[in-house]
């Protein structure tokens, strides 16, 4: 499966922004999904997945309650809804597809159970 990753730019703190993330082939529906950010100088950073069907779930603590995960199986694309941006938000957002199946748990903060990769949209908040 290819990814490709859009939405990112410049917003103000307290701003919104929503990330794409298309897939290219018809299994789509078969992948977990997540978004991972990384910031210069940091590592990759969990930042949400959700299971094939989109009931399920999974939050980083610092987006939890700001940021909302969901798909489109229909368009082979999952979302991220950014409200109440702040500054240490700033990062460059990847999705990242898995193809095997786990209950969604903390297996999928981990990058290296996933086995696909889509180029990153940069999402700078400024102050």
């Known amino acids: 499966v290819q990814l490709q990753a859009s939405g990112g730019g410049l917003v103000q703190a307290e701003g919104s922004l929503r990330l794409s993330c298309a897939a290219s082939g018809r299994t789509f529906s078969s992948y977990t999904m997540g978004w991972f950010r990384q910031a210069p100088g940091k590592d990759r950073e969990f930042v949400a997945a959700i299971g094939r069907s989109g009931g399920s779930t999974l939050y980083a603590d610092s987006v939890k309650g700001r940021f909302t995960i969901s798909r489109d199986n229909a368009k082979n694309t999952v979302y991220l809804q950014m409200n109440s941006l702040k500054p240490e938000d700033t990062a460059v957002y990847c999705c990242?597809?898995?193809?095997?199946?786990?209950?969604?748990?903390?297996?999928?903060?981990?990058?290296?159970?996933?086995?696909?990769w889509g180029q990153g949209t940069l999402v700078t908040v400024s102050s």
């Open positions: 990242a597809a898995d193809p095997t199946f786990h209950i969604i748990n903390t297996y999928y903060t981990v990058p290296s159970n996933y086995d696909y």
